[in-house]
């Protein structure tokens, strides 16, 4: 179904047919020369180029065809003067689409939807649509990707942080289960560890989710006490299994038994479960770090120092009292003291846990997706040069459009 423009009502595409005749009639009926002075006389005005209202109703009717969102005739408008401003800079440049890249172009954009250009062309026309909109369109996004990619490719580079983050977007690009969780982690102080471990059986009976924060913002040693441990939603797929099936079979308010942890005890609290952007594709490995220091204090000079794990390098190597432990595992394989810490992290999340013989730091360093079927990391690094081109060419327009009379 599509919405013909300025109406409030759908009609088939025959019916469309049907009452574009109907106009077309309708229009004869007028005096000489209103319908072609209506349709031909300049709607917009970019700079020295007119665009009429002809062009405009075939920008609007072919977005419609592209089924693309939002007032048709308004995103038309917006269309064609952004192809106005990049038509006058292709032409400093005396670029040009030669006649055989045009129908290369063509093919390619009818292919997409399992067409001959031919079978294309006819379509569009039942529609109303007529050919040359189809070309001038295609015609100026050619030239400027063009443009675009041999002015600024040499100029963009693509890390293998860059290819991991493209993959971990696409491969969330699914809906699954989020969870939304409070934290508790409470370090096992030396001659305290008894009293510790009651206050966490206690909290672990805690059914209200304004008690459980009182709690965290009390004794937890997490930056999160600071917003009674409550933390956004996070994949249900960052936990291990086997915590996955007791977090998912959990109401909200309840929560769980103490977790031991490295030098502490950590409680979680479900707030709530929902359907949401998760990755159905597994992770693949999270790699995590652990670093052991002779005091709290000493952990306290060195998380302002760290941003990501490679820094943890240097403090491990001037000081001989530290040990530094960095392991890339597949999630069932994260030891139990590590894996209620990290599964609530983002990569380069770090925190610093007391211990009975100093301090424990942990930080998730990466947490590794599987990627979707079909997506290497090759594909992958062309489609994020090719986003970045795409950025390059939008803020050249907004340059354009800044210094351009449009009226």
């Known amino acids: 179904m599509m919405q013909m423009p300025g109406t409030s009502f759908n009609v088939t595409a025959k019916n469309w047919l049907r009452a574009a005749l109907l106009g077309a009639c309708t229009l004869a009926l007028l005096p000489h020369g209103t319908a072609a002075q209506g349709l031909f006389s300049s709607a917009i005005t970019v700079n020295d180029r007119a665009i009429t209202q002809y062009e405009v109703n075939q920008r609007a009717l072919l977005l419609q065809f592209f089924n693309t969102p939002g007032d048709a005739q308004q995103n038309a408008r917006e269309s064609l003067i952004d192809d106005a401003l990049r038509q006058e800079e292709l032409a400093r440049y005396t670029i040009a689409l030669t006649d055989e890249q045009y129908d ?29 909109a189809l070309r001038d369109y295609l015609r100026v996004s050619v030239l400027w990707r063009d443009y675009v990619r041999a002015r600024f490719n040499s100029t963009i580079t693509v890390t293998e942080a860059d290819i991991d983050a493209y993959i971990a977007r696409a491969a969330t690009a699914s809906q699954g289960m989020e969870i939304l969780l409070s934290e508790l982690i409470m370090p096992l102080v030396p001659g305290q560890e008894q009293q510790i471990q009651q206050l966490a059986q206690q909290f672990s009976q805690l059914t209200s989710t304004a008690a459980f924060s009182d709690a965290a913002r009390e004794y937890s040693v997490t930056n999160s006490r600071a917003n009674g441990g409550q933390m956004d939603w996070v994949p249900l797929a960052n936990f291990p299994p086997g915590l996955q099936n007791v977090l998912s079979a959990m109401s909200p308010g309840q929560v769980t038994a103490p977790l031991g942890i490295e030098g502490g005890v950590a409680l979680l609290q479900v707030r709530g479960l929902r359907e949401g952007r998760i990755a159905n594709a597994s992770v693949a490995s999270v790699e995590y770090a652990v670093m052991q220091v002779p005091s709290v204090a000493a952990a306290e000079r060195i998380l302002p120092t760290v941003a990501t794990c490679d820094d943890l390098y240097t403090h491990n190597l001037q000081n001989a009292d530290v040990t530094l432990t960095r392991q890339s595992v597949a999630p069932a394989q994260v030891p139990a003291e590590v894996a209620p810490v990290i599964s609530t992290m983002n990569p380069g999340n770090i925190i610093a846990t007391p211990t009975a013989n100093g301090a424990t730091i942990t930080m998730l360093c990466a947490r590794n997706i599987t990627p979707p079927q079909g997506l290497t990391r090759e594909l992958a690094s062309n489609l994020v040069r090719g986003e ?19 009226r």
């Open 104 to 132: 290369m172009a063509l093919a390619e954009f009818a292919g997409r939807a399992n067409l001959t250009p031919a079978q294309l062309l006819a379509n569009m026309g039942q529609l109303g649509i007529d050919g040359a």
């Open 388 to 406: 970045r081109l795409e950025s390059r060419g939008d803020r050249i327009i907004a340059e354009l459009r800044a210094n351009a009379v449009i």
